[in-house]
């Protein structure tokens, strides 16, 4: 077994856990407890280093642009609070004087890919409202799965291999290599439609589900939602319900009647590398090509 896998079985809490990328400290935290989950918090030097194996991007930076936000503030007392609630005394500072300073650096972040190596792992404040690259959640129940393993769980409502959000009180499932009335159709199959997106919450949790997290193709790399184009642009959602959010790319719509059917940029992507500023916002394409997934969403009264 190798020593990652090792740490990961250790901190049972990480088995779970889903990256979550292009964030501000409210928004991961909100995305987290969506999920039934809270950030990360590090209390000691093993889980430190494996919170820093899990969230490297490998790309040398030099400047602090590439650190992973922690479940932690700062409080005037000068400790930190934990946003699962717990006490936890351990720090690693990239220098003691920040948890002093009284400034608005309130929130933690760890320095991951620094051209520096031996700051790698090290903390340091940051404003809350800062879009980080990247964080990370981790289960409030560290024996329970957020995956439901039984056939219909009473609990959650959820079949089998869906995943289950508290907050939005509904089931998840990828479908993959589907066109838009493929998806419809495998979505209504089970008693769901193709998913709803009305808030920016909403549309971090489908990026959240969906990423593939390696480079990928512009036209078929995208995830399918539940929109599709009426007459002056307006959009029709898949379980008819009205709906006026929007989170259109720059320059689109922009396919006429050939593309009227809607997906949302999930990964870098081939032939703009390094260019992340697409990353969960909409493009429209043809309702035949086929997308790398789809996302199915089932209500549940709970």
Known sequence: MSSRTSLIERFMGLRQSIPIHNVNYEMANDLCKSMSSHLVTVENEEKN?????????????????TQTLLGAKKRKSLKL??????????????????????????????????A?????????????????????????????????????????????????????????KSV???????????????NGELVTVNNDLKNLLVLELTKADKMIDLFY??????????DNETLIWSNGKPNAYKRW??????????????????????????????????NDFPCDQRQRVALCEMNILK
């Open 116 to 172: 520096e190596k031996w700051i790698d792992s090290l903390w340091m404040t940051v404003p809350c409202e800062t879009m980080q690259r990247i964080s990370l959640n981790e289960c409030v129940h560290p024996q329970k799965s957020t995956i439901v393993q039984t056939p219909i769980s009473i609990k959650t409502g959820c079949p089998e291999g869906w995943f289950h959000s508290r907050h939005f009180k509904s089931c998840y």
């Open 49 to 65: 280093a494996l919170v820093l194996e899990l969230t490297k991007s490998g790309i040398l930076s030099e400047s602090f642009s």
């Open 81 to 114: 609070t934990w946003s699962h609630g717990l006490i936890n005394n351990f720090t690693k500072w990239v220098d003691e004087k920040m948890i002093e300073e009284n400034d608005e650096r309130k929130c933690v972040a760890m320095i991951t890919d620094n």
């Open 176 to 190: 993959y290599n589907v066109n838009f009335d493929e998806a419809t159709a495998i979505c209504r199959s089970v």
């Open 221 to 230: 790399g995208n995830v399918i939602i539940g929109a599709k184009k009426g």
């Open 249 to 282: 790319s720059p320059r689109e719509p922009n396919g006429g009647n050939v593309e009227r059917c809607v997906n949302m940029y999930t990964d870098e992507t081939i032939g703009y590398k390094g260019d992340l500023s697409g990353i969960s916002r909409w």
